[in-house]
């Protein structure tokens, strides 16, 4: 069974994106690593479906104690559990609020397929454009609604920024599981 927690961040100069929740999915899926399995996590909200694929970036972790999230934007979908080698594209900076009232970082992570690997032209190449940024925003704020979670949305951070924010979550990753 594969540890997807920890596959290697990066390949080749590039970013790892492990699939979760596919594009079209009216459903959360999340990975559960003790028993290696994606599992049925909360509905969406009515009429609400990711609009690409959503994942994490493995052996990184974030302020709320996860891997840091990404969303593959593309014209396909994957399944749970597949591999994107991913170009950088940006990160949506969240500040989130949990239901038991915990004030924490939870930013977006935004990338494509890297063109070798996705042979259709990517949607963005070198950056988010302000429609699709405008479009994302509106997912993350609605797809929230009903959990108890409050999310703050806190501005978009380019590919150059948002490596270092990726770098600092592996960084993270190898504190806490240097003796494991």
């Known amino acids: 069974m594969a540890d997807y927690l920890r596959l290697p ?16 999915s009216a459903a959360k899926l999340a990975y559960e690593p003790k028993t290696g399995v994606f599992e049925y996590s909360r ?3 009515v009429g609400n479906t990711y609009p690409y694929d959503w994942g994490f970036v ?3 972790l974030g302020d709320d104690g996860d891997p840091l999230d990404g969303l593959v934007i593309h014209q396909a979908a994957a399944a749970p559990g597949v591999v994107i080698k991913c170009n950088l594209l940006g990160a949506l900076r969240v500040k989130q609020r949990d239901p038991d009232g915990t004030k924490v970082r939870n930013d977006r992570y935004i990338f494509c397929p890297h063109k070798e690997d996705a042979p259709d032209e990517p949607v963005a190449t070198a950056d ?14 609605s ?3 009903g959990t108890g979670k409050k999310i703050k949305l806190k501005g978009w951070q380019n590919a150059a920024e ?14 806490k599981f240097a003796d494991q």
């Open 9 to 24: 961040a990066t390949c080749r100069n590039l970013f790892r994106v492990i699939v979760e929740t596919p594009r079209g």
């Open 43 to 45: 509905p969406l909200p």
């Open 58 to 60: 493995p052996s990184t």
């Open 143 to 145: 797809s929230v609604l």
């Open 128 to 141: 988010v454009p302000r429609d699709l940024r405008r479009e994302i925003e509106q997912f993350f704020l």
């Open 162 to 175: 948002a490596k270092l924010s990726l770098t600092k979550g592996m960084k993270s990753f190898k504190r």
